[in-house]
């Protein structure tokens, strides 16, 4: 199992962003696929799943209204939509896909939301 996330940067308060994550290794459709973020000296939290049917479901609050997840099996990828980035949205993004009750952790990508 592999997770490749992608599409992070630097990008100015008010902005956008769209993560992307493609998935190899297992029955991509079948299984639903977390975003999470890990800001400095923050521990790690959940941002969206995206579930087998392509339903969101979105956490924290803050990213309410913001962040979209969605999914395109043929392609075997997962997106976060981020909108209206704030300051507090710099963090590393990481994959993550329950695969036969293993834990699979992409590598990351760099989200950084400054002026």
């Known amino acids: 199992v592999q997770l490749v996330e992608s599409g992070g940067g630097l990008v100015q308060p008010g902005g956008s962003l769209r993560l992307s994550c493609v998935a190899s290794?297992?029955?991509?459709?079948?299984?639903?696929v977390s975003w999470y973020r890990q800001a400095p000296g923050k521990e790690r939290e959940l941002v969206a799943t995206i579930t087998s049917s392509g339903g969101t479901t979105n956490y924290p609050d803050s990213v309410k209204g913001r962040f979209t997840g969605s999914r395109d099996n043929a392609k075997n990828t997962v997106y976060l939509q981020m909108n209206s980035l704030k300051l507090e949205d710099t963090a590393v993004y990481y994959c993550?896909?329950?695969?036969?009750?293993?834990?699979?952790w992409g590598q990351g990508t760099q989200v950084t939301v400054s002026s």
């Open positions: 290794g297992f029955t991509f459709s079948r299984y639903g």
């Open positions: 993550y896909a329950r695969v036969n009750f293993i834990n699979y």
